[in-house]
């Protein structure tokens, strides 16, 4: 703002690679309202931005003209970390720099060969320079298989599958812990130790913001009918067991025995608020 208002007949333009592009995305948010505060036109290289930026909202007010975003063939960075925080509500990170933007199009990025950095390399300069100076580059809507290789194509697949991969070792700690957890809270309420039952019924809280954390984004992604799945299969082996434990086990029924059923309880709770979101 301040060398706008010193040059306030110059052109601006940005350039930002990584962490940068999270600066200016960010930025153009905050400022919104406050004139002045625009660019003729961004490029952005090894981007952490989400995917899903509203990048058409920040043209439609005059905030940036039009953007270039690199893509780096081997960007090892982007497609394992900032999309793993993608899926997640921990930090507002993202994969543009290895998926793309959607509300871009196919038509404002480019791929580069390399990794994390090959969007500001030397060999790029003067790809960056002919942008800014208002010549459009030819977009490439898919990496030649050639710049891809077996790295790259590996990387490729790994960015592809982490929503997946986040959902097949994460949550299982998850749907492992936060039962375990409601368990020993009943014991505890059972037992009547107050103590006990704060330590509990609170680590137990915090494991279910977590898990609705999950349910909120990651599942989400995978879709209603893998969301029921993943719930369901096991609240039906824990009624299985209670069913299993009331009918074997002795006729008055111990505090722990009924656990179990407080699990299933749990998961169809999950099961109906899936639902609802």
């Known amino acids: 703002m301040e060398t706008r208002a010193r040059f306030p007949n110059a052109r601006f333009s940005y350039v930002g690679h990584s962490n940068g592009t999270y ?41 940036v003209q039009t953007v270039l975003n690199f893509v780096a063939t081997r960007d090892l960075v982007v497609a394992a970390f900032p999309q793993l925080f993608e899926i997640m509500p ?40 002919d942008f800014v100076l ?57 037992l009547n130790d107050w103590w006990l039952r704060i330590v509990t019924f609170g680590v137990t809280a915090v494991a279910m913001v977590i898990l609705a954390m999950f349910v909120r984004r990651g599942f989400k992604r995978a879709g209603l009918r893998g969301a029921l799945a993943a719930f369901l299969i096991p609240a039906i ?19 722990a025995t009924l656990a179990p059923a407080v699990v299933a309880l749990y998961f169809m709770l999950l099961i109906w608020i899936l639902r609802k979101v």
């Open 23 to 63: 600066l200016l995305a960010k930025a153009l948010e905050s400022y919104r309202d406050i004139g002045g505060f625009a660019f003729e036109r961004v490029v952005f290289a090894g981007s952490v931005v989400g995917k899903d930026y509203d990048w058409n909202a920040v043209i439609t007010r005059g905030q």
């Open 90 to 129: 921990i930090q507002d990170l993202g994969s543009a720099g290895h998926n793309g933007f959607e509300y871009l199009g196919n038509g404002n990025f480019k791929y580069v060969s390399g990794g994390h950095g090959a969007g500001i390399d030397e060999k790029v300069w003067d790809s960056i320079a």
């Open 134 to 190: 208002d010549q459009d580059l030819v977009p490439s809507a898919s990496p030649p298989a050639a710049q891809l290789g077996l790295w790259g194509s590996t990387i490729r697949l790994l960015g592809q599958a982490m929503p997946v991969l986040t959902l097949v070792t994460l949550v299982p700690l998850l749907l492992i812990g936060v039962p375990a957890l409601l368990a020993d809270a009943w014991v505890a309420f059972a």
């Open 237 to 255: 082996v824990s009624m299985s067991v209670f069913v299993a434990s009331w009918i074997l086990g002795p006729l008055v029924i111990e505090p």
